[in-house]
């Protein structure tokens, strides 16, 4: 069974730094692309970075390039999204999902809220 | 960027009824990439329908995916009280990939 298990959120001020962690098990890791998406409270969801199996390439949303930074630990089954230069626009909950382009599995979340 | 807009925004109908779900996107989305999410109130989103029209692994084929260049359709048969939840369609296209706003489907 594929999960998806992301930490690291919390309440952080504007300006702020926070790393979020995926964990994945059930499927090989090493052979997937995967993508963090972002759901501000009550709305919809919004694509926010992706990574290639070997993490040579990354891709972001234009409002978190430059602030964002994608990247994963094979050897570890592990995703990572550094955020920095925190705004309260980025407060959302932040989902590892595996893929590139269209996203087979999810995981539940982690809370990530920007304020003073 | 290309928006998505889904409509309706809420869709309330009867068990055993059909819904038909649309997305309208602002210019054609390329080789009919769009994908369709069911996302259950507290749950993560889970893939229904990608390439438009293909059911990912699992998925029963009471749910169809159809459509090309800028509409889009998602058609549950049969609806069950199971089905309540907001659906989305997604573009991977072109960059950014883009969702729609979001479609609720309640039973009456």
């Known amino acids: 069974e594929v999960q998806l298990v992301e930490s690291g959120g919390g309440l952080v001020q504007p300006g702020g730094s926070l790393r979020l962690s995926c964990a994945a098990s059930?499927?090989?890791?090493?052979?997937?692309?995967m993508t963090w998406v972002r759901q501000a409270p009550g709305k919809g969801l919004e694509w926010v970075s992706s990574?290639?199996?070997?993490?040579?390439?990354?891709y972001y949303t234009d409002s978190v390039k430059g602030r964002f930074t994608i990247s994963r630990d094979n050897s570890k089954n592990t995703l990572y999204l550094q955020m920095n230069s925190l705004r309260a626009e980025d407060t959302a909950a932040y989902s590892c999902?595996?893929?590139?382009?269209?996203?087979?599995?999810w995981g539940q979340g982690t809370l990530v809220t920007v304020s003073p | 960027e290309i928006v998505l807009t889904q409509s309706p925004g809420t869709l309330s109908l009867s068990p055993g009824e059909r819904a038909t779900l649309s997305c309208r996107a602002s210019?054609?989305?390329?080789?009919?990439?769009l994908a369709w999410y069911q996302q259950k109130l507290g749950q993560a989103p889970r893939l229904l329908i990608y390439?438009?029209?293909s059911r990912a692994t699992g998925i029963p084929d009471k749910f169809s995916g159809s459509g090309f260049g800028t509409d889009f359709t998602l058609t549950i048969t049969r609806l069950e009280p199971e089905d309540i939840a907001v659906y989305y369609c997604?573009?991977?296209?072109?960059?950014?990939?883009?969702f729609g706003q979001g479609t609720k489907v309640e039973i009456k």
């Open positions: 999902a595996t893929g590139y382009k269209y996203f087979d599995f």
């Open positions: 059930g499927f090989t890791f090493s052979h997937s692309a």
């Open positions: 990574i290639s199996v070997s993490g040579d390439n990354t």
């Open positions: 210019q054609s989305v390329s080789s009919r990439y």
């Open positions: 390439g438009a029209s």
């Open positions: 997604q573009q991977y296209g072109s960059s950014p990939w883009t």
